[in-house]
């Protein structure tokens, strides 16, 4: 037998909808019709998707993308530790400039700070963003054509970054490829079938 206060119970997460974030590359938004994309699919499906799926498990506090190479935080893929309070920092090499999802450039407000050492002085290179919610999603959209599909590929997605405390995927990127001469004709099916399922 144990003692009652030998463990400390632990508040159970209250679960909560799942808020999406889209985050447009300029790549996508150069195209001539990005705007009718996101009114006619993008957004409606978003909305549709955050009243209708939930969070079970929300992280318990922001997370934050760690400007890094490898699980690291520095261009020679490596990191220090600053001993007086346990800042890590960069000390022969600067801190990574951008974090990628796939191709695309994660979002600055998502990161973390990264330091670098200069005669012996830290110097903050990257302030701290606001982070992920603990029940968001984040859907970084792209319309650059990396090679992988071909004409009969409208789009694929990949999870860049899971939530370390349920693995739940908290950042994909989604590449659309609107392009090539049959997409009006399956653009105009996929807009069909979305309204079908949202109303």
């Given at each position: 037998?144990y003692?009652?206060n030998s463990?400390?119970?632990r508040?159970?997460p ?11 590359t ?13 009114d ?21 506090k ?12 520095c ?27 796939g ?9 973390s ?13 990257f302030?701290?963003g ?7 999603f984040?859907l ?9 599909c ?6 694929h ?20 490829y ?12 996929v ?9």
């Open positions: 037998m003692p009652s463990f400390e119970r508040a159970k209250t679960p909560q909808l799942l808020r999406i974030q889209a985050e447009y300029a790549e996508f938004n150069k195209l001539t019709n990005s705007q009718e994309l996101k006619t699919i993008i957004e409606p499906a978003i909305k549709f998707w955050q009243s209708a799926l939930t969070v079970r498990r929300p992280m318990s922001n997370f934050y993308i760690q400007r890094q190479v490898n699980q690291l935080f261009t020679d893929d490596s990191y220090y530790t600053y001993s007086e309070n346990d800042t890590i920092f960069c000390q022969e090499h600067p801190c990574q400039t951008t974090i990628k999802c191709h695309v450039d994660i979002p600055d407000k998502y990161t700070e990264c330091y670098e050492l200069h005669n012996g002085k830290l110097d903050q290179v302030p701290k606001s982070g992920i919610s603990p029940n968001d984040i970084i959209i792209d319309s650059s054509n990396s090679g992988a071909d004409e009969t590929t409208l789009a997605a990949a999870s860049c970054y899971l939530d370390p405390e349920n693995d739940r995927e908290i950042i994909l990127e989604a590449r659309n609107f392009s090539g001469t049959t997409f009006p004709l399956r653009l105009g099916m807009i069909a079938e979305s309204q079908k399922l949202m109303t």
